[in-house]
């Protein structure tokens, strides 16, 4: 790309359209999609070098309530269950109008997406274990993940390219709004790989940028934590927060900020990817070891069924950080504690001297070198001791196998993160970017992750309420485009 090109201010002009949605992630392109295949015309731009956003990379893991496959499986299930359950298990935090609409409207999506093709792993739905239970099974995902979800959408998306009911644009990044005389949203201007200046008309733009997990610096500015974990989709930079906050929007939710129950890191200099991941869940094995925080204190019962309050422990510890601590005789005896890993493995990762993994000859040592309180830890130890003796444990753990006490110790440093951005743009449910005064900004609406992960799950992880919630408000959205377009 010569400099020229890159510099030039002159605007190409891109065409006039019904709308503009920019962000080919599940929300961009569902809604582009519904749009287009109800009549609307439509620009799609995407600024990587191609369309699927986080579900190039997520788990993609759904929840809806009253589907098809539910039925067919005998399972009672409705609408008011799911957002019962979500705000339990949000402990009433999440938008409680946002989660109706995503819950209310979820199971057309899902039955829609089996109609496209997407099958779901053998007996699903599940309750789901990795975050809080639902009281119904109503959770599913298919063993190729987010990549099952996209494989359908893109012989859809093709089709509606194909008949130019969609003009696509990858490689092209947004960066700015453009308004009419009236002050009302236009279109958009944004730049593609060439360096060109391109500008878009349309009466409605729609961002479905996603979030902002992958720029620590904006992560770190909006949390007022530092992004630790490298698993973001990289695109996540929150360039369309920005974009809708200079048009007027504002962010809510950041008191949603969350963490899982963390991962060892590769490196301390963060964000960095995990090494390993620790099962921590004492269904799947009962914890032998003790999880203290940097003052050496324990502050969770490790045995404690409930992840969600395990997970509310961790976000009150300094640095949402703890050491998972334990002796030669649970190296050697307990069931590997590292996923996947043999009990070898994991002594040779202690051996390697890597940040997150520590060894020492005495609970002083091992307190210095992972850099724990060296009192605090060994006054928590000879408590835990004490309660295995009695088998009164002071927070109230039940199992307790064995006391820590043969040398050497070791500590594995665990790290609290997340890899959803927690706030994001207030809209209405008609989905159209708020003001701080509660008035809709005219024309620009907002759909996925760049609402906040806060808005559909709360301070917390409800299984699939963030996947299936994008692909349902691109769906209701791209309805309401084309039901407009025809009127
Ligand atoms: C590792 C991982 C695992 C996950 N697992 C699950 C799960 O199992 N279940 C679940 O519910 N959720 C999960 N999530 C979260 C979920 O995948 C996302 O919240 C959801 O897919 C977001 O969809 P979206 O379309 O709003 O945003 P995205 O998928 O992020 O799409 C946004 C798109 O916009 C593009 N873009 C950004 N800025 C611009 C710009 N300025 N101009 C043009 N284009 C732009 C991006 O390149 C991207 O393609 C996971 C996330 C990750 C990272």
């Not at 949603?256 to 991962?263: E, R, Y």
């Not at 032998?288 to 490790?302: D, H, K, L, Q």
């Not at 998972?324 to 990762?349: K, T």
Request: charge should be negative; include cysteine; charged fraction near 20%.
């Amino acid at each position: 790309m010569s400099d020229a090109s890159r510099n030039t201010t002159e605007i190409k002009d891109a065409g006039s359209f019904d709308a503009l949605i920019v962000g080919g992630g599940g929300a961009g392109i569902m809604a582009a999609l519904f749009a287009a295949r109800g009549g609307a015309r439509v620009a799609l731009v995407e600024r990587a070098e191609r369309l699927g956003g986080c579900l190039l990379v997520a788990n993609g893991q759904m929840s809806a309530a009253g589907t098809r496959l539910q039925r067919e499986q005998g399972i009672a299930d409705s609408a008011d269950l799911h957002f019962e359950d979500v705000m339990r298990i949000s402990r009433g935090t999440a938008d409680p109008a946002l989660v109706r609409l995503a819950v209310e409207n979820a199971a057309t999506t899902f039955d829609w997406l089996c109609d496209q093709g997407f099958t779901v792993e053998p007996g699903h739905p599940v309750l789901g274990n990795s975050h809080e239970p639902y009281s119904r099974p109503r959770y599913y995902w298919s063993r190729e993940r987010g990549h099952a979800v996209l494989a359908c959408l893109e012989p859809l998306l093709a089709q509606q390219v194909g008949r130019g009911a969609i003009s696509l644009w990858c490689e092209t990044g947004i960066d700015a709004l453009r308004f009419d005389a009236a002050g009302r949203v236009s279109g958009a201007l944004g730049r593609d790989a060439q360096g060109v200046r391109l500008g878009w008309s349309a009466p409605r733009v729609v961002l479905a940028t996603g979030g902002y997990s992958a720029n620590a610096a904006l992560y770190e500015k909006i949390s007022g934590v530092p992004q630790h974990c490298a698993m973001a989709y990289p695109h996540a930079q929150g360039i369309g927060h920005e974009i809708a906050v200079q048009a007027g929007g504002h962010l809510r939710g950041i008191e949603n900020l969350f963490t899982n129950f963390g991962f060892p890191l590769e490196r301390l200099d963060v964000p960095s990817r995990p090494v390993a991941r620790v099962v921590t869940d004492p269904a799947l094995r009962a914890p032998c070891e003790i999880y203290v925080n940097a003052a050496g204190a324990r502050f969770v019962r490790e045995d404690d069924a409930s992840v969600d309050s395990r997970e509310q422990a961790l976000l009150r510890q300094p640095g949402h950080r703890y050491w998972i601590v334990f002796d030669q005789a649970m190296l050697e005896q307990a069931e590997p504690i590292l996923s996947g890993w043999s009990r070898e493995a994991i002594a040779a990762q202690f051996a390697k001297g890597h940040p997150s993994f520590h060894k020492a000859a005495s609970l002083a040592d091992l307190a210095r070198v992972a850099g724990i309180d060296a009192q605090g830890l060994r006054a928590s130890i000879a408590a835990y001791n004490a309660g295995v003796e009695s088998g009164e444990d002071a927070l109230g753990r039940r199992h307790l196998p064995a006391p820590i006490a043969q040398a050497p110790f070791y500590a594995i440093r665990q790290q609290g993160c997340t890899i959803s951005s927690a706030a994001g743009l207030a809209v209405d449910i008609d989905l159209q970017v708020l003001r701080e005064d509660g008035s809709a900004i005219e024309g620009l609406h907002a759909i996925g992750e760049i609402l906040g992960a806060g808005q559909t799950m709360g301070k917390a992880a409800c299984g699939g309420m963030m996947i299936t919630p994008a692909l349902t408000f691109g769906r209701l959205l791209g309805e309401r485009i084309a039901r407009e377009r025809r009127a």
